[in-house]
């Protein structure tokens, strides 16, 4: 006889009946996930579940490399860690907040909600793919994410639900010149890879692989954009939602001169701090990196604090390095482990840009959408875009 529990999950408003576990197996093992009774509904919840290898050590800024198989269950019953932020957007975020105190370089996991048909077990339902927004700097599979409108709004409509993390900052986004080819896109390769484990697993939760929709917003809405471009998502993606972003915005792809976002950028950047980064930190570069939480202090000692957080020495860099023996050095000896670092650097460098690698992305603008457009798409904005970051926009009715 099953025994029921009545349990609260975080940010819903209603207690819900937890009916049982379940336990599926995937290419890499037994993952552990929750049923629970919702209005009648039956809805398997598994969140957590690691789609890569941690993405640390020899395998830190480089394309994802897939999951070996675990030996024993796993639990997926709570989000993965976040992927580290360079941005703190999302540090009051009401479903994710707590959780981000957990952000960490091992953060390769998604979530799966899906309809549980205790009549049909082998029913399977269309799968809709998350990427969250935040400049390629901030987000996370969890943040802004109501589970109980995902469980009433999508899942309940007979619609797999899948969210994913993806990596950030210069751990997503770095990029050198390896010969005559240029290589990054990192934090896009992640998504690939999810795209992937999707394929081939995700009808043990009764998605369908022949049926996936690629939905984001900002950032997440130029990723969608570009998956749905990709000529290495051929049979991944099937159809995108794309809101408030594009592959073709200038912001989202470098088109011209050095990528920011660029390894030699970062050298320079580590070189001027070893100069003495007080004599260019300026007051409304401190502000923003710094916060509200820093305005008791004096701004000579914010600017102090800050080069202090800041000025890690990178022992194995050279002038003469080739770009490779430099970015092998970076990925051994950088410390990420500061948010303000994080923040400093993000605030230098700018927001992280996808860069056309001749590869996942061909080419880019119209020249790649002329070229690989292949599935339907739906695409919009906001009513009031970026009317939340400036209120004193005046809106013109159309």
Known sequence: MRELLLICLVGWVNCQLLEKSRSVWVEQGLV????????????????????????????????????????????????????????????????????????????????????????????????????????????????????????????????????????????????????????????????????????????????????????????????????????????????????????MAGWAIHRHSQPAYSVDNLVAYFRSLDEGCEKWINEEDTKEVVGDEYQHLTQSVIRSSLCNYQNVKINCLSDDMSQPDKMSCLRKELNFSSPLFRKALSAELGVSKMVVDGDLIPSSGVSLVRNNARIPIMTGVARKEWGHKKGNVTFIEL
């Open 32 to 247: 552990r996930g929750n049923i629970y009774n919702i209005d009648g509904k039956h809805i398997q919840i598994f969140r957590g579940i690691p789609y890569a290898e941690p993405p640390i050590g020899e395998l830190r800024m480089k394309p994802p490399v897939k999951k070996t198989r675990w030996h024993q269950e796993l639990p997926a019953v709570e989000y993965g860690p976040p992927c580290l932020q360079f941005m703190d957007f999302h540090k009051n975020d009401k479903f994710a907040k707590a959780n981000m105190e957990r952000q960490n370089e091992d953060c390769l996991y998604l979530n799966v909600f899906s309809p549980y048909d205790t009549d049909d077990e082998s029913k399977t339902y269309p799968i809709l793919v998350w990427i969250h927004g935040g400049s390629f700097l901030a987000g996370s599979a969890d943040t802004g994410i109501d589970m109980e409108v995902i469980a009433n709004n999508i899942v309940s409509k007979g619609i797999a639900f899948v969210s994913i993390n993806y990596r950030l900052g210069p751990l997503g986004f770095m990029n050198f010149q390896n010969g005559d080819k240029l290589e990054g896109n990192f934090g896009i390769w992640d998504m690939v890879m999810a795209l992937q484990w999707i394929q081939s697993n995700m009808k043990q939760f009764n998605g369908d692989p022949t049926r996936v929709t690629v939905m984001g917003e900002s950032a997440g809405g130029a990723a969608s954009s570009l998956l749905a471009l990709s000529p290495k998502t051929t049979g991944l993606v099937h159809q995108a939602i794309i809101m408030s972003g594009s592959s």
